[in-house]
């Protein structure tokens, strides 16, 4: 597919409380990690627009200040299950732990979850990023770089489980009594650093093969995982000039490994608020900010910096943090953006309130979607991971009154042209390594 011809891929973002920190306060507003209601409406709005996936982030804790739409939340996969059998053609991506769940039992869930949904999964692979989860899990949060070779080696182990039966293995023949054929049946015999994993799964290979793979690591060691490995990367970016610049760079870096790098899909998080004036559309920004709880706003901040900020003045300009081991991506994004605009550390807490720290884009539908374009035509993002500030009227706002424009200028498609998040994805199905 040429240039003029590419077409845009966009993700929801499905926080059910809105990206906003304040968002579920908003008149009108529909919210609840746990309300499946109200979550398989907003996926199937989503699929109405014919959006490529709904992704849900994770994380196996919980704290009194966190955003509000991470206190509490239904467990991801079993989540994915049940949205499956109430959409048809939308991918189902999910959060998982590298560092908090074993291998096997991973691998087993998202090839279920493959099978049940026909072809349409992703999982997001994280390492994790607070130390607090070590203690719902008896062990010690390992450090960053460690987390790091901990995924690598456990994503290793689980293609190879996935790639344990080859196609044709479930024979079920009646007149022979042959229900599987064994010689397609292939025992992993892993044994690394970190894991010891006999194999096979008792699940045949699922019909994408391999669910698709997520990541969204943005520190060297977390670049060099999703360039070795990724095949959508999911990124934080506020400027045209750093999104071309880290595109250019992961391209590189998987070049350097010898993957095709336009085999990647990079989408950066995007907050559209849309109105059908600028003026509207900004008056429903300064509503947000009128009700959003100062500690919580200033929680998430600190989660995305990575360090306490309680002891610094709010009205000081934001302090120079050192790196930590939470999320670097989103700290050294934050931080940039700060050091351009001269952020008091209170601006930067309104403004993280907003969308975690992601792209804000704000206006008429015809400025929202002129705003994605122009990275898109310009080669910065294959696509967006779209980031309602609250549900469900900013995101029905999107798909009833964005999306038919990027539908009428070419840029996204009107319809579904395949059945699996791959062929959405134009991502072709990974080769069995047990039949190349």
Not at 29 to 48: F, K, S, V
Not at 134 to 160: M, Q, T, W
Not at 311 to 321: F, S
Request: proline content about 6%.
């Amino acid at each position: 597919m040429n240039a003029t011809n590419r077409q845009m891929h966009l993700g929801l973002y499905l926080a059910a409380t809105g990206h906003h920190a304040a968002g579920w306060r908003m008149p009108g507003a529909q919210a609840g990690g746990q309300n499946l209601p109200l979550i398989t409406r907003i996926a199937q709005t989503a699929e109405r627009g014919k959006f490529d996936m709904v992704f849900f982030a994770d994380s196996p804790n919980s704290a009194p200040n966190m955003h509000p739409g991470m206190i509490v939340r239904l467990e991801p996969l079993t989540l994915l299950a049940a949205l499956a059998t109430a959409t048809q053609r939308i991918g189902l991506a999910a959060t998982v732990s590298t560092t908090y769940t074993e291998p096997y039992n991973l691998a087993r869930m998202m090839s279920s979850l493959d099978h049940i949904s026909n072809g349409r999964v992703a999982w997001n692979v994280v390492t994790g990023s607070f130390s607090e989860v070590g203690e719902n899990f008896s062990k010690a949060h390992p450090p960053h770089d460690k987390r790091y070779a901990i995924a690598a080696e456990y994503l290793d182990v689980v293609k190879g489980l996935w790639d344990g039966w080859e196609d044709g293995a479930l024979v079920m023949d009646r007149d022979t009594g042959v229900y599987v054929d064994l010689s397609k049946r292939h025992e992993l015999n892993h044994k690394g650093e970190f894991y010891s994993v006999r194999g096979p799964l008792n699940i045949t290979r699922s019909p994408q093969g391999h669910p698709v793979i997520i990541q969204a690591g943005a520190s060297d060691a977390g670049k060099d995982f999703a360039a070795a490995s990724a095949e959508v990367i999911y990124s934080i970016q506020q400027e045209l000039e750093s999104s071309l610049a880290f595109n250019n760079d992961i391209r590189e870096r998987a070049r350097a490994t010898g993957r095709d790098p336009s085999r990647i899909k990079i989408l950066p998080g995007v907050i559209p608020l849309v109105g059908s004036t600028e003026k509207e559309a900004r008056e429903k920004l300064a509503r947000l900010g009128e009700l959003v709880d100062p500690k919580t706003a200033l929680q998430v901040l600190a989660e995305r910096l990575g360090h306490n900020l309680d002891r610094y003045p709010l009205d000081a300009l934001v302090p120079d943090l050192p790196p930590s081991d939470g999320m670097r991506g989103h700290a050294e994004s934050l931080k940039k953006l700060a050091k351009k605009h001269n952020f008091t550390l209170r601006e930067l807490r309104d403004y993280t309130s907003v969308g975690y720290g992601h792209r804000l884009l704000i206006g008429t539908p015809e400025q929202v979607a002129d705003g994605l374009l122009e990275w898109f035509d310009a080669g910065a993002a294959d696509g967006f991971n779209i980031m309602p500030p609250w549900f469900p009227e900013s995101f029905d706002d999107f798909v009833d009154h964005v999306v038919p424009l990027l539908q009428s200028k070419g840029k996204f498609r009107r319809d579904y042209a395949g059945a699996t998040l791959r062929e959405h994805l134009g991502l072709s199905v990974p080769p069995n390594c047990y039949q190349q």
